[in-house]
């Protein structure tokens, strides 16, 4: 059977990085995903990041003649199953709504004849709004399919409906609406990594000198591990994944095949990176070791050292014989364990984070983790989840300190330092 087709239209919404991760669900499920952004989406998420998830150009100008002349907007639409518009701003509802045609998205919602699925995102005041529900309202008796947005923190500051629901609860709506059965076993796992053609190109993407790792192999780990207590209940930390993510986009961005070994955490995959979805140090372990051979490996993963012995099937219930106990067993030490291993990576970086003694305690770590190089993070501060970091890099050579900086300048110059280690 033909897969399913699903023109998607984004527009410009702080919620627009979203539709990246809603792609990579759709492909999953089997559904080919072709996007059309607006002038204002394109300030939120760039079309080469769109692009690398679809696998495909992205449409955006109605009066590129090129475009127009090779597909335009009719086709677009004619060649889908459904037209999905994630997010929806107030914007494109009004105009919807209104019938105005003056973009290529708009000319394509007023000229098609498929089924359409609005997701809303927006701030509460405008949801609320009375134009805004009378919007509503009029595209509902127009036939168009709506999404309530979920209720919550906004980006904005506010709280109530507005924010766009989450990535699978929309894949799972789309699947509805096309008639076949959404697998969430299919949510996690790889992405695509493929670079369209139309992109080879770009600079960031150009073999030569903008990619210094390019042709290695780069193995990153980020984000904390979950470990459960029972089916309901596990222990966690506070990693936020952040620095691992901008280390693994920055060493795509030089060049890298990079695969990114990621706890739980809510971070869109960072484009052209193959990612691993894992929970437990255990399966972090596994996929560490079925991602062999790697040039270079940072683990930056915050591993929760140790699990609970046994974990029941059941969910332990308060039976009124006092508080269970909870027993734990060590976890595997995955750095240590891959510094003995006989694929083991010619570069093997780990991460320490300190609160007091910062080099001496990473100088310890080097030796007894057996790996090249610790990044010693100092988080005497507000790292956890925070912007910036502070590095010591610890070598058998010596340390380089670096100035407190954002993670992704932190990221970049990790990976320049790591390029000229190669070179
Ligand atoms: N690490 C790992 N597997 C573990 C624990 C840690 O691979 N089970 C890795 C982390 O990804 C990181 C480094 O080891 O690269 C951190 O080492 P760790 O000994 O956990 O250091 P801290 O978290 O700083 O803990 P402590 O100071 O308590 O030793």
């Known amino acids: ?237 506070r990693s936020s994944g952040r620095q691992g993510f901008a280390i693994a986009q920055a060493a795509a961005e030089m060049g890298a095949e990079v695969t990114l070994v990621a706890g739980p955490v809510h971070l869109v995959t960072p484009p052209g990176v193959i990612r691993i979805d894992v929970e437990s140090a255990m399966e972090m372990q596994a996929e560490v070791e079925n991602a062999l051979p790697a040039d270079v490996a940072i683990l930056v993963a915050a591993v929760a050292d140790w699990r609970a012995a046994d974990v029941p099937e059941q969910k332990i219930k308060k039976d009124g014989n006092g508080i269970p106990p909870l027993t734990l067993t060590e976890n595997p030490d995955i750095l240590a364990s891959l510094a003995l291993h006989k694929l083991r990576p010619k570069l093997l970086i780990g991460f320490a984070a300190e609160t007091e003694k910062i080099v001496e305690h990473a100088t310890a770590k080097l030796a007894k983790k057996g790996c090249d190089w610790i990044v010693a993070n100092d988080v005497s501060g507000d790292v956890m989840g925070g912007d910036n970091n502070a590095f010591h890099v610890v070598t058998k050579d010596g340390v380089e300190s670096w100035p407190d900086s954002p993670k992704d300048v932190i990221a970049r110059r990790l990976m320049e330092r790591i390029a000229d280690e190669f070179a």
């Not at 037209?83 to 107030?90: D, F, L, S």
């Not at 919807?96 to 000229?111: E, H, V």
């Not at 168009?144 to 500051?157: L, R, V």
């Open 1 to 237: 059977m033909a897969p399913k087709r699903v023109l998607l239209i984004v527009t410009g919404g702080i919620a627009a990085y979203k539709a990246l991760e809603l792609v990579r669900l759709l492909k999953r499920q089997g559904i080919a995903v072709r996007a059309v952004m607006t002038q204002s989406a394109t300030e939120f998420v760039t079309p080469l990041s769109m692009g690398v998830m679809t696998e495909d150009q992205v449409y955006g100008d109605m009066f590129d003649l090129k475009e127009e002349s090779e597909i335009g907007h009719i086709n677009l639409s004619r060649q889908a199953d459904l037209i999905v518009i994630c997010p929806a701003t107030a914007n494109i509802l009004a105009k919807m709504a209104a019938g105005i045609a003056d973009d290529l998205a708009t000319t394509i919602l007023l000229a098609t004849d498929k089924p359409v699925l609005a997701v809303p995102a927006m701030n509460v005041r405008m949801w609320n709004h009375p134009a805004t529900q009378r919007n509503l309202k009029q595209l509902r008796e127009d036939g168009i399919s709506i999404m309530d947005p979920d209720e919550g923190a906004m980006a904005c500051g506010e709280f109530g409906p507005g924010r766009l629901p989450e990535p699978p609860d929309v894949a799972a709506r789309i699947c509805t609406m096309l008639g076949q059965p959404f697998d969430t076993a299919l949510t996690s796992g790889r992405s695509p990594t493929t670079i369209p053609k139309a992109f080879e190109a770009q600079p960031d993407f150009a073999v030569g000198t903008h990619r210094p790792l390019f042709g290695k192999r780069v193995l990153v780990t980020a984000g904390p591990t979950y470990e459960a207590i029972d089916p309901v209940r596990y222990i966690a930390n």
